[in-house]
């Protein structure tokens, strides 16, 4: 394989060897770091800090959090790395009592509980969070129930259509298509008196596949957990918007706190929701609400009747960040940031251990190296956030405490999560759509003989997608990179393979080492592969001589979505000052990459000016931020996307404008767009000062 492989090195033109964007000068030393790099992480090693991540329930909050976080400190420091916990504070809800009870026509009690599987060790552990929403209202309400599909707003559009209110009701929602909060908001803001949220078989369990344990899928009393925060208005602890929690920090009064849901939410198992879901009447569903339970789907409302009961113990608790530093020498005050959160909602195998342990092995092999006699020029701080599950809180607390610095130091922030057999999935910054493409060319699919890359773009071929190369997906709120891109503005990215991993544990007690070795990765593979692959994409960030951005992929991708956006305006909105700034951005855009390449081919560039262009390059991303952020949430700062205020997870591009659109507001939209066309021209400006500072190198 090796003799081959030199063979074509050989015979390869110069201009098809491998490129190292913002590299200049010989590349031979980077090389054989990144190649010793990629062979310290191991599968074993993998496996077994999984396995001591997910050995206990450790919901944030738990005595059994705080130990996890020191395991990783330790582990750290024992490789040498400079390690210490930055501790926080929040309001972090537990349920103290749940009671789910059909009153008429027939009586049912909800069993609101997962059974222990004796194939799985861990599921029978104590100290389980019971299934719950966090910040779910506390309440006691009786009514009849609504079936609302997905609820979303176009599900409460068919049923006014229908003429079916649910004011008063309590809804009962599938999980799927929405993020969870999104469905408890929707229903609060239609006068539901309570919301029920269960996973239908169809989407869920039995349809997709043998349930746990004889396959992968959800078993008939598993049920999701989850948070019901509304995240797309601000992320966090909920009553320190903004600035920090620490102990002994300011803090809202609960009432005050705007991201709590009023109305009690539960969620239900397919189990516990079909006895109610067969008393109901009024129409039969459409065919797209009709879940795969044996009964028909009927919209309500009643005459099934419950009563809903939630109460929450709603006390402060400490959180446990876990933060690693590897001093830069040259960049020093340029951070690149890699996390990965710690907490579990019980013992998260898939979710989080299995991204938290590719990070450990990332860590390992950064520290290896080091003691081999590597240094970064730029500063790498490696972390593990604690309460990501209640709502990104560890993260974006920190990023609240350090945001100054941050916006000074910040070049960019890797982010992983659950992971596990599959596809190479991203999502990120356009300006660093260039640099990943280039990373996962060099990083071999587990397995496969091919790259990552490769695989990406094959399976691209083969599907009927016309767009075959590689993107970046827009990021929107499902990890702990919200608070740095969408609040502080610093160039993100979320990495991880999944897809053949998938199964019903998600937020579950069986989300637990049982699970994840038989269906998620048994081998730990992927785990080793996301360790290579995100150790070489923080080498090659802290080393490049030029922080490795692509302002050209922005103005592509605002492109494309201008575009788009276009055929909804219906010309009630003057797009001319965004396509104007838009086409001066493709020019220089363009002119940036000439200038590059050939300021770096000719030599390394002097120091005081390399600092500068970074310097430049860093703000890059910030351009696209507002200081009063989006109409109506303006902790979201970014422009370019953010959770959709109705999608939850998913993404909008250009949300200030496309929000405005979508809702026909036209005086917003066109005030949006002026906003955009501005963080556009000022990101432009940034370019072409780059241009500047890189032509002082072009003899
Ligand atoms: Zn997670």
Known sequence: MRKILITALILLPLSAQPTFRGFSGSTRKLVEWERRLRSIPEPGRVGTSLRKISLEPHHAGSPASKQVAEYTLGLMREWGLDAKIEVFEALLPYPTSRHLEMVSPARYTARLQEPAIPQDADSSDTNQLPTYNAYSGSGDVTAPIVYVNYGIPEDYAYLDKQGVNVKGKIVIARYGKSWRGTKAKVAQERGAAGCLIYSDPRDDGYFQGDTYPKGAFRPPDGVQRGSVMDMPVSVGDPLSPGWASEPGSRRLRREEATTIMKIPVLPISYRDAQPLLENLEGAVVPEGWRGALPLTYHLGPGPATVRLQVESDWSTRPLYNVIATIPGSEFRDQWIIYGNHHDAWVNGAQDPSSGAAALLETARALAQLRSQGWQPKRTIKLALWDGEEFGLVGSTEWVEKHLEELKNKAAVYINSDSNGRGEFRAGGSPVLESFVREVIRDIDYPGGGISVLDRLLSNRQQSADRDTDFRLGPLG?????????????????????????????????????????????????????????????????????????????????????????????????DLSGVLSVLTSLENNGARYEHTLRIALENRPPESTRLLNLNRTLLGMERALTTEGGLPGRPWYKHLYSAPGLYTGYGAKTLPGVREAVESKNWEQAQVQAGALAAALSTFDKCVRNSIQQLNTNVP
């Open 477 to 573: 709120a499902g990890s702990d990179y919200v608070a740095f891109v969408h609040h502080a503005g610093v160039a993100s990215l979320n990495l991880g393979f999944s897809g053949t991993d998938s199964g019903g544990i998600y937020h579950s007690i069986y989300d637990s080492f049982d699970w994840y070795k038989r269906f998620g990765d048994p081998d730990f593979l992927f785990g080793k592969a996301l360790a290579q692959l995100v150790g070489t994409a923080i080498l090659r960030l802290a080393d490049a001589d030029v922080l490795p951005f692509d302002p050209s992929s922005l103005a592509k991708a605002v492109r494309r979505n201008v575009n788009d956006l276009a055929k909804q305006t219906h010309h009630q909105v």
